[in-house]
């Protein structure tokens, strides 16, 4: 995608939605967008209802995690396509570990209903308004979420490993 693209969605999210457009950026082929959280879903419908953009297809919607992100600890990644034009962009939307409530999406794509669930599941984010609100991939009676990064990578315990041999 080219770097004018950019520059026009820009220019639209940030004559409608002012400073809740926080940044953009190019990575790779996609322009990329943080955005606040309490405008989230007016912007999807935006990018979704404008003309022009048309951005009528959630490619992936996910959740991620940077620890050392203070204040902003977690991040729902959202990607957009518009099909006939061959589009893409990604908004970003972080929050900090004591707020990961968000509006659901299923209003608007009904794919978002599994995509919430997993990231539910395996981070714990809650998406208000979600109609089915359960774990999707563990048991659910699972007490934590398995993909933040809580928990150390190996056992700290183990002794029959010689962990120079990985660069450690």
């Known amino acids: ?27 790779y082929d996609f322009p990329v967008y943080t955005v606040s959280k309490k405008k989230i879903i007016e912007i999807i419908s935006f990018l979704y209802n404008e003309e022009e953009l048309g951005f009528r297809f959630l490619t992936t919607m996910c959740g991620i995690q940077f620890p050392d992100n203070k204040g902003g600890e977690f991040c729902i990644m959202y990607q957009l396509h518009n099909m006939p034009k061959n589009w893409r962009i990604r908004l970003k939307v972080y929050t900090p570990a004591n707020d990961m409530e968000y509006p659901t999406l299923t209003g608007i ?9 997993e990231a539910f599941d395996f981070y714990g984010f809650i998406f208000k308004g979600h109609p089915n609100l359960i774990r999707i991939l563990n048991m659910e009676d699972m007490t934590y979420h398995p993909m933040r990064k809580e928990y150390p990578l190996e056992d700290g315990t183990r002794e029959d490993k010689n962990d120079t041999m990985f660069g450690r």
């Open 1 to 27: 995608m080219e770097d004018t693209l950019l520059h026009t969605i820009h220019d639209k999210l940030k004559s409608k939605f002012g400073e809740d457009i926080i940044s953009a950026e190019q990575a």
């Open 109 to 117: 794509f009904s794919t978002a209903n599994w995509m919430e669930r």
